[in-house]
């Protein structure tokens, strides 16, 4: 028996600040919408994964805000923990080997969305269910929740009320040597409040650190080979802060006082100033001495997310901490911070990101276990990595995983065989997706263009031919585009095609190289490589305006999927047509098997505005006006024969058109009355042998007809 199962998967990350991590396990759990998706990186760690989505975990009724491995130590995680506008905590277990969704537990008790997450183990040295796990959760309701979960049974064990106040990040770390679990978060008071658990099971707050100027946005605790605990903490004052914490024993206390400079003798130095805290249980005493290790200035805007570089585990078995930091900020960038060999002072090692250009900046910034490897998430959804090379010291991006951001409204597969995907979304791109060809891999499905980036919700598309196709957004047209040159040369080259074949077929003398858009205009226009062509081009354009140049399109050759970068500046199609017919915003598009008749239809709230207009893409001229539905026209089919069409609405009602000589008549029809549909038909699609049509509505019924 024939077994269905997903080869590829799709999805953009949720634009939140906490929605991805990267496990010492070499994988990337990330939110998407109201799931989580588990998403191998396209990395080198003694073995190459094949970049893509592996398993999503679906079990929220809302969206998922922050998601997070479960904190293992040096071992690999097996259990992410995600929260939820829907004011839930699912905690889910990864197993390679199984299909299991569902979440091993779920925790409840906040009243408000879940916006940040940390949790660990207590005992990482003991892998069996026995052990204690901590959870801790902040919320819009003022509350950080702390949970705790043995042998599978989870509590509340504690809330912190902070008023009308908010945590916007946590972190959690466990004292070196003990099991005593150090909580601290950053809120909106510009302070960080820095929490020990004691004997009773109940954090206490040790003391409040000031400094930053802004909301705290990211906390993260490491102890350095000297077992000093430090504290990065990032904020919307565009700075870094590096807290030390130094363990401290009670004939250390001692504290001098402070002398002006010029009273110190020649064999004193200037040191900083300490803060002692101590806390006294029936475990003991801890005291600590904590100083303001550097300030980190690097950065335009503000500052989301801080990370440290993994432990390393070194071949003979001890454990290494790097000193690196890594930066994410609003101001599209991140930045990789080490202390100077020499001066042992905090410096920008490198910066990565994005110049210019229409995008946001970044939510977060991860490291790869092995630390040779970052990533960054951002506004748009999509995952930026770079990589370290080696050979010449350089970090060079890398290809990734991505997806739509916005709902996804309609898709189709390319004619002449189905070589490629087109998805239209309400994040205003239509992105193109291939099969990635390795001799050394199975293909690899990637996003591989982005024919269209508008300036409105796209609402439909429609494929004329194998390198054509028609889109429809909130606006009043029906913009149609053609694959130019590049993009043949490289889709060849990625998915294993013969470049010269296509290239000959189609007539290459006549194709553009590319496209590109105006920074104020919705419209691709072509870029030929004739000089003559480009200068005149841009002649017109500087005449028009000298205020907005535009990014000119430049060739690339690829050989593999193109980074992000690449799919926001160098894929576009250009534009060959522009179908203005209708009086509303075109919501449903058609064409026929031979791709030279297009129907199309737009929002309609009475009869005459929910005509269906049928056009020659020969002559790019309106054919015929078709009458029958009273509201919109959600969806429209042709046969495979196309001799019919097929329309469905929002009235509950379906129109069969037949076609007779160069016209389409109506053959067959159901009104709101003799529908047998309740709620408004939003699907319709033909059976392989055109005998049979099915309808699908909002009332769960999928309706088989007989023509």
Request: proline fraction near 3%.
């Amino acid at each position: 028996m024939p077994k269905i199962g997903a080869c590829y998967t799709s999805a953009g990350c949720n634009r939140c600040p906490f929605s991805a991590d990267w496990g010492r396990n070499g994988i990337i759990c990330f939110a998407y919408n109201h799931a989580v998706a588990v998403y191998k990186p396209e990395v080198k760690m003694g073995f190459s994964f094949s970049a893509g989505i592996e398993k999503t975990y679906i079990g929220h009724t809302d969206k998922v805000n922050c998601v997070k491995w479960i904190n293992n130590g040096i071992q690999d995680e097996f259990e992410i923990v995600s929260g939820s506008t829907d004011s839930t905590i699912n905690v889910w277990q990864y197993r390679q080997d199984s299909a299991a969704s569902e979440p091993i537990c779920t925790l409840k008790g906040h009243t408000g969305s879940v916006t940040c997450l940390s949790a660990l183990y207590l005992d990482m040295e003991n892998d069996s269910e026995s052990r204690e796990t901590l959870i801790v959760s902040a919320s819009i309701d003022s509350t950080v929740r702390i949970w705790s979960r043995k042998s599978l049974e989870t509590k509340e064990n504690q809330v912190l009320i902070f008023g009308s106040g908010f945590a916007l990040s946590l972190s959690t770390f466990i004292i070196p040597g003990t099991r005593v679990p150090l909580l601290v978060c950053g809120c909106d008071d510009h302070n960080i409040h820095l929490y020990l658990r004691g004997s009773d099971l109940q954090f206490t707050q040790l003391i409040v650190l000031t400094g930053h100027e802004d909301w705290i946005r990211d906390l993260q605790f490491v102890a350095d080979d000297f077992g000093n605990i430090l504290l990065a903490s990032c904020a919307q004052d565009h700075l870094i802060r590096i807290w030390k914490l130094s363990r401290k024993s009670e004939t250390q206390t001692v504290i001098q006082d402070s002398k002006p400079v010029s009273e110190l003798k020649e064999d004193e130095c200037i040191t900083v100033k300490e803060t002692i805290i101590s806390h006294h249980d029936a475990d003991g005493a801890f005291i600590f001495a904590i100083t303001l290790e550097s300030v980190l200035c690097g950065h335009e805007n503000w500052v989301y997310s801080v990370r440290w570089q993994p432990v390393q585990v070194l071949e003979n078995g001890s454990s290494h901490q790097p000193m690196k930091l890594l930066s994410a900020s609003m101001d599209k960038t991140m930045i990789l911070w080490a202390p100077d060999a020499d001066t042992e002072m905090w410096m920008e090692q490198v910066r990565v990101g994005d110049v210019g250009g229409n995008t946001l900046g970044f939510f977060g910034g991860l490291f790869s276990p092995c630390g040779l490897s970052i990533l960054a998430h951002g506004y748009q959804g999509a995952f930026n990595q770079w990589s370290f090379n080696s050979a010449t010291k350089m970090w060079v991006p890398q290809v990734t995983g991505g997806g739509h951001f916005g709902s996804v409204v309609d898709i189709a597969w390319s004619a002449e065989g189905g070589d490629f995907l087109l998805s239209a979304s309400a994040d205003q791109t239509l992105r193109l997706h291939a099969p990635w060809v390795r001799k050394t891999h199975e293909p690899t499905w990637f996003e591989i263009a982005r024919p269209q980036i508008h300036g409105y919700d796209l609402q439909c598309l429609a494929v004329l031919d194998k390198y054509s196709f028609a889109s429809g957004a909130d606006e009043k047209l029906v913009r149609v585009f053609k694959a130019p040159r590049n993009f043949i040369n490289n889709f060849c080259h990625i998915c294993g095609h013969d470049v010269n074949n296509e290239l000959q077929r189609l007539g290459c003398a006549s194709l553009p190289e590319g496209a590109n858009v105006s920074a104020l205009g919705l419209s691709n226009k072509a870029v030929y490589t004739d000089n003559d062509k480009s200068e005149q081009v841009i002649e017109e354009q500087n005449s028009k305006s000298g205020q907005y140049p535009e990014n000119y399109f430049i060739p690339i050759d690829l050989k593999a999927p193109p980074s992000e970068d690449l799919l926001l500046q160098n894929t576009l199609w250009p534009e060959v047509a522009k179908l203005y017919g209708h009086g509303y915003e075109i919501f449903s598009l058609a064409a026929s098997p031979d791709g030279k008749l297009l129907a199309s239809a737009c929002k309609a709230a009475k009869a005459e505005s929910a005509n269906i207009l049928v056009w020659n893409m020969d002559t790019k001229k309106i054919m015929m006006s078709l009458s029958g539905c009273t509201l919109t026209v959600t969806q429209m089919a042709f046969s495979h024969d196309g001799n019919r069409l097929l329309a469905v609405s929002r009235d509950r009602s379906w129109t069969l058109y037949k076609k007779s000589g160069d016209h389409f008549v109506i053959e067959s029809s159901v009104d709101k009355k003799t529908t047998p549909h309740l709620r408004i038909i939003w699907s319709c699609c033909w059976t392989h042998d055109d005998q049979f049509f099915i309808t699908a509505a909002r009332d769960k019924k999928t309706v088989c007809l007989c023509r």
